[in-house]
């Protein structure tokens, strides 16, 4: 699916965080959209490298970490270019999400995704 249609673009940043994944195919997420919230999302790019990358946010700078260093778009875009998990093949994502805790909801949608993929 495209960030357009995603829940993580609705969150608080996504506006920003698109920004990177708006050419990109997000294959699963797991996110929730409220004035407290957190988005979590694995992408493919059209170069076949995958990405995963996940934020939470809140409503004031008491819980909202951007908000209380009160960084910029900018500043933003590069911590998540900094720290956004940068996977390079299939077999890299596969060994990567199983990494994931067995209740994670992530982890759940990116194995069913693994599996609709042809050999």
Known sequence: MKWDKTTACECRYGDVIGRVFASADIICEDSKA???????IIARFDNGVFVHYNWN?????????WEALESTDDEILMEVRRTMGVL????????????FPD?????????VWVDSQPC
């Open 34 to 40: 409220d004035y407290q919230g957190y988005a979590e």
């Open 57 to 65: 946010y809140g409503s004031c700078s008491g819980c909202d970490s």
């Open 88 to 99: 390079p093949t299939l077999g890299t994502l596969v060994r990567y999400i199983t990494e």
């Open 103 to 111: 209740n994670s909801k992530l982890k759940q949608r990116a194995l």
